[in-house]
């Protein structure tokens, strides 16, 4: 793989680390029973958001993995 590739790889990686992190961070955050209605439901929202962020970008990175790896069979 080429140091760009890994480079996109890694931030990738780190970006979906973010991102059930601060699914984590909401969910502590409605947890604490400190939030209105209208603000634990705007926060849900949020969660649910990041979730499938998380979940669709794990998806298209694993997709890309899959179809470069079969490039470099086909080639290498």
């Known amino acids: ?5 890994d480079e996109v790889v890694h931030e990738v990686n780190l970006m979906v680390q973010r991102l059930w992190a601060f699914r984590d961070d909401l969910s502590a955050a409605e947890n604490s029973g400190a939030l209105t209605a209208l603000q634990g439901e705007f926060v849900n929202v949020i969660r649910a958001s ?14 890309a993995l899959e179809r470069k790896a079969a490039e470099e069979g086909e080639t290498g």
């Open 1 to 5: 793989m080429s140091e760009e590739w």
């Open 50 to 63: 990041a979730l499938e962020t998380a979940v669709r970008i794990e998806q298209y990175m694993l997709n």
